[in-house]
Every structure is written in structure tokens, then in C-alpha cells.
């Protein structure tokens, strides 16, 4: 197992520098002077000149690249030309509201998402099936940004249920930093009014991220179940006489949620990318919002940042969902 974690650790590191120098070279290649923005509308040429010098834009591309990999040898991700922060500082300060939104809308996804697919296995070609089917397709066909605009105005502006945008409402500190998850610090600190109100921030959002997930691995956990339902060993069990509970639970589940399992983590990775929009529209201080500041005022060392992490912790994902996969199908580790 230890080998098995070690490889998928070692093919990570090219993928996660590939990363990298794509982004850089993609980056450098939209129009547009950072140095321009930097020096402001009434800048001379001359400052304009200084600044692009102070920050190595006259250097050379490749030269501007081992720059910027010789920083994050050193453990450095730059600092930010907008506001001369440290990126590293402000990305961990953002990373946390990025990742309670994600795990928070994976949750719901996986909560219902594998349930309703097994439903919809066990009620094969019902009225239950045909309904979650539609619903599922529905779920993969609707526009993110649209749903977030919708439950906006529904929720927050008709009926004043939800809250529209942030983390916490106006006037309501924040608890102190332990996890950087307002609704797991609140917990801890037994502030149930702050818990309760993160929670209502949190499920506007949260709902519109989980809609895409929910009903691919609804869609996936249902194929796979049926796939699993027809096999002979699950005939034999039923002629068998074993209870149904232990047979959907011990058998069934077992061999049917790899696939469902791999989509799960690979779906992760995917809100953590399509946070960017949500972010926006919720006014959430994640690093969706953070990369959409960056792209906007040409902040090349923040956008690099942001991707690097986000890049990150999308190989971080697939390792855990390898581990997983090994957990359950011992031949994977028996295949090295």
C-alpha cells in the first residue's frame, strides 16, 4: 500500500509543474500590460518603464518563468501586485470559505445523489426511475450562474428566507480562527446563533454548486448498481435467501460504488474550478472571487497562485480516491 500511495504521490509532481508552465505561458499570452495597470491611466511612459522593470516584465519569458519556479522551490507564491501581499497569506485566507462551500455542496451531493440512484436501480423502468432519469438530465442541462440568479431572487428577495450574499450577516463577528470553517469554529465554541447563521449563508450557494454533481453520481451510482444487479453472484445470494438489507449493503454497494467513487472525487475537483462564478454571484470570499479580482486587474502572480493550489488540491483528490479505490479492490495494489 505504502508503494501504491508513493507512485501515485511521484506522478503528481510532472503533472502538477505541467500545470504550471501551461498556465504561465496561457496567462502571458492574453493582451495586456501588467505594468500599465500597476502604473495607473496617468502614468509616463517612463514610469510605466520602471515599474515593468522593478517586476521582471522586460526579462524574457522563460527567464520570467525560472523566476517564478524558483520561488515556489523556496516555498514563495510571489505577492501580489495589487494589493503587495504575500500571495500565499491571502490564498490561505481565502482557502478555507472555499472549501467549506465545496465540501458543504459535495455533501448534499453525495447524501442524495447515492440514495436516489440506488432508488432508482431497485425501482428499475418505474415511474420512480423515469422521474429521477428526467430529473437527473435536468439537473446537468441547467446553468449553474442561471440557478444562482434564480434562488437568489426566489429565496432572498420574494421571500426573505435566505441570505443573498457573504459569509455571516452584517454585524455578526466571526468566531475565532481554529479551522477556518465558520460553521465547524462556531461549533467548537458553542455559538449557535453564528453556526446557524453560517449555515443559512451557506445554502444558497451550496445548493447551486451540488445540482451538476448530485445528478452525476445519481446517474452513475444508478448504472453501476444495475450493472451489479445482473451479475451471478448476486442471483446466486438472492436464491440463496440472503436479506435484502445485507445483500444491498454488504454485496451490492460494495462492488457497485468504485465508479460512483471515482466521479465523486473527480467532481470535487470540478466545484472547486466552477466555484469561480458561484463566488462571484454569492459574494463569497473564496478563492473564486480572489481569481476573478486577479484576472481582472492582470495580477499574474495571483492568478498563478490560485491555479497552483486549485491544481493542487485537485491531485491531492485523485490520490485519496486511488487510496480508496485500493481500500476497496485490493488487485489494484496487487497489480504493481
Known sequence: MLL???????????????LVLLIF?????????PAVVLAGDQATPRQVAAIRAQYGFDKPLMDQFAIYVSQLAHGSLGVSYLTQR?????????????LELAFFAMTLAVGIGIPAGLLAAQRHNSWIDHTLR??????LAIASFWLAIMLQFIFSMNLNLLPVHGRLSLGMQAPRRLTGFFTVDALLEGRWSVFTDALRHLILPGVTLSIAPLATIMRFTRASVLAVLRRDFVL???????????????????NALVTPITQIGLLLGAILGSAVVIEDIF???GLGSYAVQSIATDDYQATLGVVLVVGFLYILINIVVDFVHALID???VEQL
Open 4 to 18: 501504491f500511495l508513493t507512485r501515485r504521490v511521484l506522478l503528481g509532481i510532472p503533472t502538477l509543474f505541467g
Open 25 to 33: 505561458l496561457l496567462i502571458h499570452a492574453v493582451p495586456g500590460d
Open 86 to 98: 504575500p500571495v500565499a497569506r491571502e490564498l490561505a485566507d481565502r482557502l478555507p470559505a472555499t
Open 134 to 139: 428526467v430529473l437527473g438530465i435536468g439537473g
Open 236 to 254: 446466486y445470494e438472492r436464491a440463496m435467501g440472503y436479506p435484502r438489507a445485507i445483500l444491498m449493503t454488504k454485496y451490492i454497494l460494495r
Open 283 to 285: 459574494d463569497w470570499p
Open 330 to 332: 485490493r488487485r489494484l
